[in-house]
Nanobody
């Protein structure tokens, strides 16, 4: 079972930085893409950034130039870790941040999505 676990959230002042981590173990024969979403109180969950299994990245316009996503994949998918480096943080970045893993590959079991429990990021002005 692929179960992402986030860490690295916290409270910082505007202009500061945080690095979120998402650790998970996957099936040896699958490939995994990682996405980060966030949800502020009273709003819908929104896409922040993603990295596919080829290393291609994408970002929401609101975080481009400030956030950087990366992923380290072990040869057997036993210990994969993704990161979201967040710089020049703003109060509007305050939200619960969720890691999402999307699998693909040659086996039917690969095609599943998984969510972490979330990690809180709070930015004060």
């Amino acid at each position: 079972q692929v179960q992402p676990v986030e860490s690295g959230g916290g409270s910082v002042q505007a202009g500061g930085s945080l690095r979120l981590s998402c650790a998970y173990s996957g099936y040896t024969y699958c490939r995994y893409a990682m996405n980060w979403f966030r949800q502020a109180p009273g709003t819908e969950r929104e896409f922040v950034s993603g990295i596919d299994n080829g290393g291609r990245t994408s970002y929401a316009d609101s975080v481009k130039g400030r956030f950087t996503i990366s992923q380290t994949v072990s040869q057997d998918n036993a210990t994969n870790t993704g990161y979201l480096q967040m710089n020049s943080l703003k109060p509007e970045d305050t939200a619960m941040y969720y890691c999402n893993i999307q699998g693909s590959g040659d086996a039917y079991v690969c095609y599943n999505g998984y969510w972490g429990q979330g990690t809180q990021v709070t930015i004060s002005s």
